[in-house]
């Protein structure tokens, strides 16, 4: 009868760690994630400006030559990050490609222009920087027209401060709540063995003894939650980085280090914390007030 009651005890245990171990493993994950977010929140950004085009439109009497000039020193300008000359020829194939059909054959000549593409580097993609960019390329002479999307620029040079202040706003909070979870998980365990430890206060042990063994298995605990947190991102970026490699989540393994490092030495300081004052409470309550 005594080893069916130990075995279910034991069970107990088990199932009361597993939980621990499973809240605490789900809470940091979910924080590695916002943290990941965070750290790439730029680099996002970053990614979506640099694919705004501004399209170059030559004149048709433009020298090859010239053209030839304005494609190289584009490409040495700092501000470039990519320059790609594109003919009226591959334009047309391009747009025919678009709308399902040959509209050259309907016209019966090409209207479009000679064209270079443009893509500026992140720093550069603001209203101001492009338009005086715009204006230093419009103003030589076998150029016809310098095009670009006007609203597109604002609008996004305006949501990613937005995107960037309220990232943060939700980190803060997120942490907070993740705080708050990982705490009562503990306390719900410490509260299943509120009797022991009062009663082995009772038979004279100090605060500092009881407490100790508490700690170190909640640490344990924390641990291992945060080691099941740190596998599951890892998975998680590397399936990102394998679908979306033009991310480059992988480019900087010392800061994706210090999150991992991070996200662990949390795991381990929210149990030790809450494991500290979850004990000090059931210490210093009256028996009375045990089973209530």
Same mark, same amino acid.
């Given at each position: ?8 005890? #034991? ?15 789900? +809470?940091? @994950? ?17 990614? @979506? !400006? ?6 170059? %439109? ?29 003919? !009226?020829? /591959? ?34 993609? =603001? ?6 960019? &715009?204006?230093?390329?419009?103003? !030589?002479?076998?150029?016809?027209? +310098? ?6 620029? &604002? ?20 942490? @907070? ?15 299943? #063995? ?25 640490? !344990? ?7 099941? &947190? ?15 490699? /033009?991310?480059?989540?992988? /480019? ?11 996200? %662990? ?5 929210? =149990?030790?914390?809450?494991?500290? @004052? ?15």
């Amino acid at each position: 009868m005594s080893t069916s009651f130990e075995r279910y005890q #034991k069970r107990k245990l088990i199932s009361s760690y597993f939980s621990v171990v499973l809240s605490i493993g789900l +809470v940091l @994950f979910l924080l590695g994630v916002l943290g990941l977010l965070v750290l790439n929140t730029k680099k996002l950004a970053d990614h @979506f !400006k640099e694919q705004i085009t501004i399209s170059i %439109f030559l004149k048709d009497n433009a020298k090859q030559v010239e053209i030839d000039q304005l494609q190289k020193s584009l490409i040495l300008a700092e501000y470039t990050k990519t320059a790609s000359y594109v003919s !009226k020829e /591959e334009a047309a194939e391009q747009h025919s490609e678009e709308i399902g059909e040959n509209f050259i054959d309907f016209l019966g000549y090409n209207p479009l222009k000679n064209s270079i593409d443009l893509q500026l580097k992140a720093d550069y993609v =603001s209203t101001d920087q492009i338009v005086s960019i &715009a204006e230093d390329i419009a103003a !030589k002479g076998y150029v016809e027209e +310098v095009s670009y999307d006007k609203p597109l620029i &604002a609008l996004l040079t305006d949501n990613v401060k937005k995107i960037s202040f309220w990232v943060l706003i939700a980190c803060a909070i997120f942490t @907070f709540i993740a705080v708050l979870l990982i705490n009562s998980s503990i306390r719900l365990s410490i509260y299943s #063995k509120r009797f022991i430890i009062k009663t082995m206060q009772m038979v004279g042990a100090t605060k500092t003894f009881i407490r100790r063994p508490f700690i170190w298995t909640n640490i !344990k605990l924390g641990m291992l939650g945060a080691l099941l &947190a740190m596998v599951v991102m890892g998975g998680l970026l590397y399936y990102i980085n394998l679908n979306f490699p /033009e991310l480059n989540l992988m /480019e900087d393994p010392i800061l994706l280090a210090v999150l991992f490092v991070g996200v %662990f030495i949390l795991g381990v300081l929210i =149990s030790l914390i809450s494991t500290f @004052f979850a004990t000090q409470r059931f210490l210093n309550l009256r028996t009375d007030d045990l089973y209530y």
